[in-house]
């Protein structure tokens, strides 16, 4: 097969005008006007809103280009586009196409008819995704759950946040959005290879299931489970969702025209596996396993099948694997239901974030930019990442670093806090999706489970009549979720564990947000308004849901305010605070811990401590909890603009104090401390410290593959950080375990003036350290830390406190710097820190004790 890229030669105007000008493909409307100095930045300031108008015109994408006689000599030719954002009429050379109304699938068309030589003209006209949705909505209305979203969202299969939500803008941007590709076709292709995996002592056998499409055939011919060149396939025939019927007559018919198929296998060290003749499975002896980051390696194995007649190859396709089994494994116990990743027969304690589009400037996105996201996620611990239902299927480039990097991705399906009418047309639309999508996507190591909807059966069951404006739609929810999806999979992807909502109990509106069974989103803390400390109170056997908002960097804020916008309460700070009123509700959460910043860059100092804390003591109890709890997945990895958010990433990548805590709290050997009788803003300040019952009870969680020897040390100390009592033990901790230790008391201790420092030594070295108070921040009666730090060379530094200094965090002038470690308690002395990123310059320090 023969492929040119079209990607060269394009232009863009409003529809209206008459005036071009250059176009990018890939691409979108807003980069193309940024580029030709057309609009300003959509994110400065409160630009969003006149960027907003512009959605609300129709545009042309145009482009001319020329075939050569070797493509035009083929048997046929395909025009394909890899994704269209998304209300579009496509024409070749005047003459209409086809009409394109959904952006997560594949358009594709035949023209070989319509091409020539010289001078082909290609347009796409794309209708303003404004207009389209609010003249679907005015007619026949239909509920979307974000109050940030813009009405009638959900008639378009778009990425619903591109709409709004509540840490994202109303930026619905247009255009190419993935590759445009002319390919040259002879005899048949490929439609797609399917491969499977059974798992034996020392041994693995893959499966392989092709697809292949003839020319002139009305449907598709599969070859499967028996032979590649026409021999039985020990199965009779069998119609499938796309017109494929695979038995013996599919193999004789390719065999009539000449076809066969040529499939090998690549070992990472190179070796070459190939089937026995005339059969399409294989055996892999001494498999290299693939595993999640933190419990193994990630080899991975290419694939690749070749459609040939006699010795020509007509087409391939080339994948990498990893061999694995994965799965969800769901059992009774004393609790209740399990629900936990189980790769290669172990059960995985998950330890991620949910990841949403890294931009809504859709070409922004860039392999390198997505792979160096998601390898932070892996360098703080993370084993899982969520693509949430409200975005866009990720892009080939994010399941092949997953991969590499060992993240297990739970997908969502692209569908989120919306009712839909399953119309005949939608329902055609969305098949289609499914199965590109399907198809594309699971062959990855990285692929964990596929998920029906986010939280749209936990809104059902808790008011259906609210959100059903149509008797139909309540029994089209159980339609898509319950009946189309699973069908496809059964068909598509069968090895894949699926779930039919997020979250869910296991689907029919069975109790979806139950903390003993299934997963669960859990929001009583923020949403809620609850302390932090309403974490200890549950069990959750997987939360994939669950955080805490704060502002970004002050060098991010800079990027999109002047400085009399610098105020939290700003109109600009707010227009980059989507969630309603959080700015204040950050601030309620703040006085009750901190005394209150006596300036903007304290504020947001103090902000990502909040969130910091706030999902350690969440994590933390969680871990302690294994077997119980399984998973701890926090909203959110990233953001799509700067704005103030549950990120812990950034919009400029700048990590905020809660990727740090996680890269101490999601160590695969981390000790942690329950304490008890803290004074909090709910306690009587004048209260005795013996009233209070104080104690603490330290946990050792291990979460590797290996049972870990350690030792144990805690302090008593008072603010200065002279010790007044200590301790120190062994302990033995087996693999993928917590154990606790026995609870001290320390009645004696001193509410507002003593704190414990721990930490967990192996092999004399500190893996894991904190230190915890007995009442909140503001109250206690710190020390000045005099702190200091100075640079060692390059890629050093050296932190030095005269007294105990809590979450001193270290940053250079223009906050590039990324360190081994920041945001850390500190007993008086000095820590030396590596420095992975940025340059030591114009350093500043600072901790809790400055907040004032």
């Known amino acids: 097969m023969e492929k040119i890229v079209l990607k060269d030669n394009w232009r863009l105007r409003d529809a209206s005008e008459t005036e071009w000008i250059p176009g990018t493909v890939p691409g979108s409307v807003y980069q193309d006007y940024l580029n030709s100095g057309r609009m300003e930045d959509p994110y ?23 075939v050569s006689g070797e493509m035009l000599s083929h048997d046929e030719v395909f025009l394909h586009f890899d994704g269209i954002d998304t209300v579009a009429d496509i024409y070749l050379n005047g003459q209409r196409l086809g009409h394109a109304d959904n952006m997560h699938r594949i358009w594709e068309y035949r023209v070989k008819e319509l091409l020539k030589e010289d001078g082909n003209e290609l347009s796409v006209r794309i209708t303003s995704p404004v207009n389209y949705i609010y003249g679907l909505y005015e007619k026949d209305p239909l509920i979307v759950g974000s109050v940030d979203a813009m009405r009638g969202c959900s ?102 025209e000449g076809l066969t198929l040529r499939i090998t296998v690549t070992s990472p060290d190179g070796s070459v596996w190939m089937p026995e003749a005339r059969q399409m499975s294989l055996v892999i002896e001494n498999p290299q396993l693939w595993w999640p980051n933190g ?114 991705v739970w997908e969502d399906f692209m569908f989120a806090c919306c009712i839909y009418d399953l119309t ?70 069968p ?26 989103h859990y929001w009583d803390v923020w949403h809620g308004n609850k302390p932090i400390t309403e974490y200890r109170k549950f069990f959750f056997r997987y939360v994939s849901e669950f955080g805490f908002q704060s502002f970004p960097a002050l060098k991010t804020v800079e990027t999109f305010t002047l400085p009399q916008d610098r105020n939290i309460f700003s109109y600009v700070m707010e227009k980059h605070q989507r969630n309603q009123s959080a700015n204040g509700k950050i601030m309620n959460y703040m006085e009750q811990t901190f005394l209150y910043p006596n300036n903007f860059d304290t504020t947001l100092y103090a902000s990502q401590l909040l969130q910091a804390e706030a999902m350690r003591y969440g994590v933390e109890h969680f871990r302690r909890n294994r077997g119980r709890c399984m998973g701890t997945i926090i909203w959110q990895l990233n953001d799509c603009w700067p704005v103030a958010s549950w990120a812990m990433i950034d919009y400029a990548g700048r990590w905020k104090a809660v990727q740090y805590y996680a890269k101490r709290f999601f160590a695969p050997l981390m000790l942690s401390c329950e304490e008890e009788g803290i004074l909090t803003q709910d306690t009587n300040v004048n209260a005795e410290p013996y009233e209070l019952k104080k104690s603490i009870r ?45 609870r001290v008391p320390m009645q004696h201790a001193e509410t507002r003036r003593d704190y414990v420092s721990y930490e967990l030594l192996e092999n ?89």
């Open 44 to 66: 400065w300031r409160a630009n969003e809103e006149q960027a907003l108008e512009l959605m609300k015109r129709d545009f042309e994408y145009r482009t001319v280009f020329d």
């Open 155 to 256: 008639y378009l299969r778009k990425a619903h946040c591109m709409y709004g939500w509540d840490w994202g803008p109303r930026l619905p941007d247009a255009g190419i959005w993935r590759p445009v590709s002319l390919l040259g076709v002879d005899r048949a292709r490929l439609d797609n290879v399917y491969v499977t995996q059974k798992h034996e002592a020392g041994s693995v056998t893959l499966d392989f299931r092709a697809d292949i499409e003839v020319l002139g055939a009305e449907r598709l011919y599969r070859l499967e489970g028996g032979a590649a060149d026409g021999t039985a396939f020990g199965k009779e025939s069998v119609k499938t969702a796309d017109g494929a019927v695979s038995g013996k007559k599919d193999a004789r018919r390719l065999e009539q």
């Open 295 to 408: 419990y193994g390696e990630q080899p991975l194995y290419t694939v690749k099948a070749e459609l040939c007649r006699e010795n020509e190859v007509l087409d391939v396709w080339e994948r990498r694997i990893g061999l694995r089994t994965m799965t969800v494994v769901r059992e009774k116990d004393q609790w209740g239901e399990c629900f936990c990743h189980e790769v290669n027969g172990v059960r995985i304690f998950a330890m991620g974030a949910d990841y949403i589009p890294e931009d809504n400037i859709l070409p922004r996105v860039t392999p390198e930019r997505t792979r160096d996201l998601l390898l932070q996620a892996k360098n703080a611990h993370f084993n899982c990442v969520r693509v949430w239902g409200g975005g866009h299927y990720p892009a080939d480039a994010f399941w092949d670093a997953c991969d590499e990097l060992g993240l297990i």
């Open 424 to 493: 005949e047309d939608f329902e055609e639309s969305i098949r289609a999706e499914f199965i590109d999508n399907i198809k594309r996507i699971r062959h990855h190591a990285s692929l964990g489970l596929w998920c029906g909807n986010n939280e749209m059966e936990l809104f059902l069951e808790e008011n259906a009549a609210a959100w059903c404006l149509k008797p139909s739609q309540l029994s089209d929810y159980f339609k898509m979720y319950e009946y189309i999806i699973p069908k496809l999979l059964k068909e598509y992807d």
């Open 495 to 520: 090895q894949t564990f699926y779930w039919p909502a997020s979250p869910s109990s296991g689907g029919s509106l069975d109790c979806p947000n139950d903390e003993n069974r299934g997963d669960v």
């Open 698 to 742: 330290l946990c050792v969680s291990n979460e590797s593959m290996q049972g870990r020897h350690t030792t144990v040390r805690w302090q008593l100390r008072d603010a200065s950080g002279c010790v007044k009592e200590s301790r120190e033990e062994s302990l033995d901790v087996p693999a993928l375990e917590s154990r606790w230790l026995e």
């Open 764 to 852: 004399g070295e500190v893996v894991s350290a904190g230190s915890v108070l007995f009442c909140a921040p503001k109250h206690f009666e710190f020390s000045d830390p005099h702190l200091r730090v100075e640079a060692v060379g390059d890629d050093e530094l050296l932190v030095t406190a005269d007294a105990y200094a809590k979450s001193v965090e270290i940053r250079n002038a223009d906050d590039t710097m990324l360190l081994s470690d920041n945001y850390f308690d500190m007993n008086p002395g000095t820590r030396r820190l590596k420095v992975l990123k940025g340059a030591p310059e114009g350093l500043m320090v600072r901790s809790v004790f400055d907040i004032r």
